[in-house]
T-cell receptor, first 112, second 113 residues
C-alpha cells in the first residue's frame, strides 16, 4: 500500500539557518502530496501542496517540489524563524480514496 | 468563525468510564474524520464518514463508536476507557477524496487515569 517516510527528528536549528526536511513516498498512480504543520497545542494545518510531477508548492517561505523520478517531496526554507518551531507532517492522497497517508512527523525547534 | 470545532478540549476520566467527544464543521464538507495522535505525535486515522455514511474504519477496538447525526457533525463515543486510550483526538473534514486539503479541529486531549 501507499506509504510516506520522512526524516526522523527532532531537528534543532538556530534562527536564520537553512531547513530541509526529507520526505519520500511509495504510491501507485499519481498521488497529491502535502506538507502539514502542527504548532504547539493546535491541530494540523495545510502548509503547502503539489498535485502533479514537477509542481512546486510554496507558502510562508517554505517550498517543496514534487519529484516523481526520486519519489520525493522535500520541505525547504532558506531562513527559519523561532515562530517556525512546530511538527511537520508529509502526506499523500489519492483521487480514488478519502484517506490521507501521513508520515510520522518531524519536530523542528528553532532557537534565537 | 471556527471551521472545525471540537468539545471538550480537555477530558480527564477514570478507567472504565464512557465518554464522548463532539465535532462540528461549518465548511459544508461532505467528509469527516477522526484521528488519534499518540505521545510521539504519530497520527493514525480511525474513521471517516462521507455524507453520514461510514467509509473508513481502520483497526480500532469496538469500544470506539463514531456517530454522524448529519454531515456537519461527527461524534466519537468511547466505552470502557483504558489507559492506552490516552491521546489527543483530532476531528477533520474535507471536500472528499485524498487530493483535497483536510481541515483539522484543535484536538481533544484525553487522559485516562
Amino acid at each position: 500500500g501507499d506509504s510516506v517516510t520522512q526524516m526522523e527528528g527532532p531537528v534543532t536549528l538556530s534562527e536564520e539557518a537553512f531547513l530541509t526536511i526529507n520526505c519520500t513516498y511509495t504510491a501507485t498512480g499519481y498521488p497529491s502530496l502535502f506538507w502539514y504543520v502542527q504548532y504547539p497545542g493546535e491541530g494540523l494545518q495545510l502548509l503547502l501542496k503539489a498535485t502533479k510531477a514537477d509542481d512546486k508548492g510554496s507558502n510562508k517561505g517554505f517550498e517543496a517540489t514534487y519529484r516523481k523520478e526520486t519519489t520525493s517531496f522535500h520541505l525547504e526554507k532558506g531562513s527559519v524563524q523561532v515562530s517556525d518551531s512546530a511538527v511537520y507532517f508529509c502526506a499523500l492522497g489519492q483521487g480514488g480514496s478519502e484517506k490521507l497517508v501521513f508520515g510520522k512527523g518531524t519536530k523542528l525547534t528553532v532557537n534565537p | 468563525d471556527t471551521a472545525v470545532s471540537q468539545t471538550p478540549k480537555y477530558l480527564v476520566t477514570q478507567m472504565g468510564n464512557d465518554k464522548s467527544i463532539k465535532c462540528e464543521q461549518n465548511l459544508g464538507h461532505d467528509t469527516m474524520y477522526w484521528y488519534k495522535q499518540d505521545s510521539k505525535k504519530f497520527l493514525k486515522i480511525m474513521f471517516s464518514y462521507n455524507n453520514k455514511e461510514l467509509i473508513i474504519n481502520e483497526t480500532v477496538p469496538n469500544r470506539f463508536s463514531p456517530k454522524s447525526p448529519d454531515k456537519a457533525h461527527l461524534n466519537l463515543h468511547i466505552n470502557s476507557l483504558e489507559l492506552g486510550d490516552s491521546a489527543v483526538y483530532f476531528c477533520a473534514s474535507s471536500q472528499g477524496s485524498g487530493v483535497y486539503e483536510q481541515y483539522f479541529g484543535p484536538g481533544t486531549r484525553l487522559t485516562v487515569t
